[in-house]
């Protein structure tokens, strides 16, 4: 099982904007779901955005309206934008797939996480 590819992380100023991507790899026939959870020092991860196969999307209450997540099945990749950011927005960034596999069954996988640190 190979791991989904990160990348995109780093350090903004209070205000800036960060991009993530997400390129899932391995035995994909199909993506189902693609998302983003975060986990800070001392903190639980916590589910960021979901973005599903027929492109509906959930947020976290306290990213609504900053963040954007979006996909491109023809890269087997997904997106975070995050606008306004906030220094309660600093942590490691995890991207976390579903997919059916080319030898069958479902394989969820996660990254291996990116930081995104946010100064004030």
């Known amino acids: 099982q190979q791991r989904p590819v990160e990348s995109g992380g780093g350090l903004v100023q209070a205000g800036g904007s960060l991009r993530l991507s997400c390129a899932a790899t391995g035995s994909i026939f199909s993506i189902d779901a693609m998302a983003w959870y975060r986990q800070a020092p001392g903190s639980q991860r916590e589910l960021v955005a979901h973005?599903?196969?027929?492109?509906?999307?959930d947020y976290a209450d306290s990213v609504k309206g900053r963040f954007t997540i979006s996909r491109d099945d023809a890269k087997n990749t997904a997106y975070l934008q995050m606008n306004s950011l906030k220094p309660e927005d600093t942590a490691v960034y995890y991207c976390?797939?579903?997919?059916?596999?080319?030898?069958?069954?479902?394989?969820?996988?996660w990254g291996q996480g990116t930081q995104v640190t946010v100064s004030s």
């Open positions: 976390n797939v579903a997919y059916d596999s080319i030898v069958g069954g479902i394989v969820t996988s």
């Open positions: 973005i599903s196969n027929d492109g509906s999307t």
